[in-house]
C-alpha cells in the first residue's frame, strides 16, 4: 500500500506552490502580465553569458563520456579543487579539496548535512521565521525541529528564548543569512553571540554543537555590503551553499557542502556523505554543471535588480502604514498583515490578482510574504494594486 505519512501530506501543500499554480491558470485568464504574483522565489535575471558559454564549449569540446558519465560521489576533483581555492581566497579559511562535497543544489546540502551530525530522536534548533521546507527535511531524519519564535523588531536571534531551548539533546542549529523570509541578514554582533553561547554548551554537554548554515542567497546583500560567513566565527560550522540565485541556476541543482577545516571529523566529513548519498539517492550531481562552474569561475548574475525592487516596494509599504523590516538582502520582504490573520489578508488580496504568501508556514502567523524576483516594470504597476487593495479593505 502507498505510504500513509506521505498521502497525508497531501492535505498540507505548499502554499508558495498552490499559489503559483494559480497564477499560471489566472494567468491564462487575463494575461499573466496582470496577475501581480508574487508568491514564487524563482530568479527572474539570467545566468551570466559565460556560463551558458561554457556549457556550449563543453558539449562541442568535451569527451562524451566525461559530460554525460557518473560523476564520482563526492564530486569532481577539479570542482571540488577550484572551490576550495575560491572559498580560501574569499574568506580566508584554508579549506582544501576534502573539504568539499558536490550537490545537487541547497535542499541535498540540507539533507546531507542534518544526516551526518544527528541520529532519530536527536534535536536541531532553527529560527522563525524559516523556510517552510526545513520542517519535513528534519522530519524524514526522524529529528526532532524545534523553533525559536521570531523577533518581528529586526528578524535577529531571540538568545533569550534560544537559551531556554538549549538541552543535551541539541546536535545542531540552522540558520539562514541572509533569510528567506525576511531578508534580513544575520549581524556580526549576532553570529559573534551565537558563537560563545554555543562554545559554551560544547563545553557543559560534552559533545559537538554543529552550525547548519543555509547560505543560497548569499551574494544577494544591499547597500554594497557584504553577508558575513558564519565559518568565521564558529569552528563547527557547515555551510551549504547553492548556485541557484547567485548565478541564477535552480533548475541546475547544483550546490556544495563546505567543512569549516576545524570542525570534528573535517578530513572525513565529505567522504562521510558520500556514504550518506547511498542511502538518500541524492548522488552524483550533473558532471556538466560541475564543468561549466569551473570554466566559468565566480562570476555571478546582474542582481541589482532585486535591491531597486525592494526599494520600491519598502516605500510604497511604509507609505501606506505597514509594519516592515527593510530588507538587507534576498529578493523577500516579509511586512505584518493589515489584520490578525495573514491568510486572511492574503485571500483578501488575492481578489486583486495581487498574490501574496501568508506568514503561517515560515513560523511567522500575521506576516507575509512578496517574493519580488520580477521584473520592475511589472513591480512599478503593482503599487496602485497594492495601494487600492488597502485603502479599499482597510480605510
Request: with cysteine; glycine share 6%; charged share 25%.
Amino acid at each position: 500500500m502507498i505510504n500513509e505519512e506521505f498521502k497525508n501530506m497531501l492535505n498540507g501543500k505548499s502554499v508558495i506552490r498552490e499559489l503559483s499554480e494559480y497564477a499560471t491558470a489566472r494567468g491564462k485568464e487575463i494575461g499573466y502580465e496582470n496577475v501581480f504574483d508574487y508568491s514564487l522565489g524563482n530568479p527572474s535575471v539570467p545566468c551570466p553569458d559565460e556560463y551558458t558559454k561554457a556549457v556550449i564549449d563543453i558539449y562541442n569540446s568535451k569527451d562524451p563520456m566525461e559530460i554525460h558519465g557518473y560523476s564520482p560521489s563526492l564530486g569532481n576533483t577539479s570542482a571540488r579543487e577550484y572551490l576550495a581555492k575560491e572559498l580560501r581566497e574569499r574568506f580566508d579559511i584554508p579549506y582544501e579539496t576534502k573539504h568539499i562535497f558536490m550537490t545537487s543544489g541547497a535542499a541535498s546540502s540540507l539533507a546531507h548535512a542534518f544526516r551526518l551530525v544527528t541520529k532519530p530522536g536527536d534535536e536541531i534548533i532553527g529560527f522563525a521565521p524559516f523556510f517552510p521546507e526545513y520542517v519535513p527535511y528534519i522530519k524524514s531524519t526522524g529529528a526532532k525541529f524545534t523553533i525559536v519564535s521570531a523577533d518581528t523588531s529586526d528578524f535577529q536571534i531571540k538568545f533569550d528564548e534560544l537559551e531556554e531551548k538549549m538541552n543535551p539533546n541539541v546536535q545542531a542549529i540552522l540558520i539562514n543569512s541572509p533569510n528567506n523570509p525576511s531578508g534580513v541578514v544575520y549581524s556580526e554582533e549576532t553570529l559573534k553571540r551565537l558563537a560563545s553561547l554555543l562554545e559554551e554548551k560544547q563545553k557543559e554537554y560534552n559533545h559537538d554543537i554543529f552550525l547548519i548554515s543555509d547560505e543560497p542567497y548569499r551574494e544577494i546583500a544591499f547597500d554594497g555590503k557584504k553577508t558575513p560567513y558564519p565559518s568565521h566565527y564558529y569552528d563547527n560550522t557547515i555551510s551549504c551553499y547553492s548556485y541557484s540565485k547567485g548565478m541564477s541556476l535552480p533548475g541546475e541543482r547544483i550546490g556544495y557542502m563546505a567543512f569549516n577545516p576545524k570542525c570534528t571529523d573535517s578530513d572525513i566529513a565529505a567522504i562521510i556523505c558520500g556514504q550518506i548519498s547511498r542511502g538518500i539517492g541524492h548522488n552524483c550531481p550533473s558532471a556538466t554543471q560541475q564543468l561549466a562552474l569551473v570554466k566559468t569561475g565566480f562570476k555571478l548574475s546582474d542582481l541589482s535588480v532585486y535591491e531597486t525592487n525592494a526599494n520600491i516596494i519598502y516605500n510604497e509599504l511604509v507609505d501606506l502604514g505597514f509594519n516592515v523590516v527593510k530588507p538587507q538582502g534576498t529578493f523577500y520582504i516579509f511586512p505584518k498583515a493589515l489584520e490578525e490573520s495573514s491568510i486572511e489578508f492574503c485571500n483578501k488580496a488575492k481578489k486583486y490578482d495581487l498574490l501574496l504568501v501568508p506568514g503561517d508556514s515560515f513560523g511567522c502567523p500575521g506576516y507575509f510574504r512578496m517574493a519580488y524576483c520580477i521584473d520592475t516594470e511589472k513591480v512599478k504597476r503593482s503599487m496602485p494594486v497594492l495601494r487600492k487593495f488597502v485603502e479599499t479593505e482597510y480605510r
